[in-house]
C-alpha cells in the first residue's frame, strides 16, 4: 500500500507517468469513468478549501466513485478532542482511501503511519502540497509542453507557501531547470529548501525583491498568495501582503509565451484584469488538478482504466 | 585527584569538557543506584581537557543518544578490570524521543503521545530534521 505524503514519495518516472494517464484521461474520459466503481474516498479537511476539497471529490465522482468527509475541525470529533491517528483509524473503516488535509505540519504523515488505507496530503500546514504540485507540473507540460530547459520565477509568500516548495523539489529533478525567487525579506524560502535541495542539487537560483528586472527571463510566472493564517501576528501579515501585485503594465515586461500560474485562491496580488492575457493560466491549472488527482487515486488504488 | 578504577560496567572517555552532566541526564544515569563518577575538566592530549563517566555497572546505553550528543566519545566496556571492548559511535540515522521538535505548527505540539522522530539529513553537517515538519533540530 503507497501514501502520497510529500512530492519526494514518487520517483520521476512515477511523476511523469501519472502526467501521462491524465492526459489520456482529458481525451479519453469515458474509459475512466468506471474505474473507481464501488470505491469510496474520504476528504478529511480539518483547515477550510474550496479547490482541493472539491476536486478530490470531483476527481473520485468522474472515477464513479463515491465520496464522504468533512470540511472543517469543527464539524468532526476533532472538536471533541480525538486525535488524528484515532480519526483516521476510524474513518479507515469505511473508505478505501483519504485525502486529508490539516493546518499542522506532519499530520498526514502521522495519519499514514496508523492508516489501513492510502493516506493522501492535501496539504499540512505551511509545509507541503503534493497534489497541487502535481498539478502544476501538469499544468506545465500540458501548456508548455516539457518539463525541462525552463526559467520558473517564484514571486509572493516562499516562505510559508507550500506549493512552491513541492514545486522547487519537484522540479529540481527535470534538466537545466532555473528558479528566480522573488520575495520579501521575512518570506524568503525556507533553510532546508536552500540548502537541501539549490544548494545540494547545485541548481541555477537566484534571489530577489523585484519583480520587473526578472520578469522578462519568466517561462513561467508562478505567483503565490500571502496566507493571513500562517501569521501569528496580523500586523506583519498586512505590512507584507500587498508587497508583489502582479498587474497588466507589470505583465508588458514578461515574454508573449510566458505562462502565468497560482494555486489559488488569490486575494490581491493578480489584478483581476490580467484574467483576460492569454498567459493566465490559473484557471486551466484548477481543471488540470481534477485529471492528476483521478490519476493518482486510480495509481494508489491500483486500479486500471475500463477497456 | 585520584578516582579509582571500576572492576565491572562502562567507562564514558573523551566526553567534550563541560558536558558530562548533559550527558550524565540523557542517559538517565540519574535514576540508577550504583556507583557512578563524573569527573570533569581532565588533562587530555586529544582534547586539552575532557569529561569522563564511569559507570560501576554493566549497563545497556542508549549508543544512538550518546553519539547524536557527541559522536567523539569513546565506550570503554570493562569486565573484570579489563576493558573489553571500545566502542566507536556515530551519528545515528535516526533519533527518537530524545529531542523534542520546537516548530509550533508541527503535529507534535498538539497529538498526544506521539514519538518525536528526527532524521539525520546531512551527515557532514550533523544536521536532524523533524519527520513530521522538516524543522531542523537546534
Known sequence: MRHLIDIGDLSVTEIDELIETAKDIIENPKSYSQACKGKKLATLFFEPSTRTRLSFEAAMLDLGGSVLGFSSAESSSTAKGESVTDTVRTVGCYVDIIAMRHPKEGAPLLASMSSDVPIINAGDGGHSHPTQTLTDLLTIKMEKGRLDNLTIVLCGDLMFGRTVHSLIAAMSCYENVRFILISPEELRIPDYIRTDILEKKKLKWVETNEMESVLGEADILYMTRVQRERFFNEADYLRLRDTFILDTKKLEYAKPDTIIMHPLPRVNEISPKVDSDPRACYFKQVRYGKFIRMALIMKLLEVSKCT | ?138
Not at chain 2, 558530562?20 to 581532565?42: F, G, P, R, T, W
Not at chain 2, 549508543?63 to 578490570?81: A, E, H, K, M, Q
Not at chain 2, 514519538?115 to 553537517?125: A, G, M, N, Q, Y
Open chain 2, 1 to 138: 585527584m585520584y578516582v579509582d578504577g571500576i572492576t565491572s560496567g562502562v567507562v564514558l572517555d573523551h566526553i567534550k569538557a563541560g558536558r558530562s552532566m548533559e550527558i550524565y541526564h540523557y542517559l538517565n544515569l540519574d535514576q540508577m543506584d550504583c556507583c557512578i563518577a563524573i569527573i570533569k575538566n581532565v588533562k587530555s592530549n586529544k582534547l586539552g581537557k575532557k569529561d569522563i563517566i564511569k559507570v560501576d555497572a554493566e549497563i545497556d546505553l542508549d549508543l544512538d543518544v550518546l553519539g547524536y550528543l557527541d559522536p567523539n566519545i569513546t565506550v570503554n566496556i570493562v569486565r573484570d578490570g579489563a576493558v573489553i571492548e571500545k566502542k566507536k559511535l556515530k551519528l545515528p540515522a535516526e533519533l527518537k524521543n530524545v529531542i523534542k521538535c520546537k516548530n509550533p505548527r508541527c503535529i507534535t505540539s498538539s497529538e498526544r503521545e506521539i514519538d518525536h522522530i528526527f532524521r539525520l539529513t546531512s551527515p557532514e553537517k550533523g544536521t536532524y530534521r523533524c519527520v513530521y515538519c522538516e524543522t531542523e533540530a537546534k
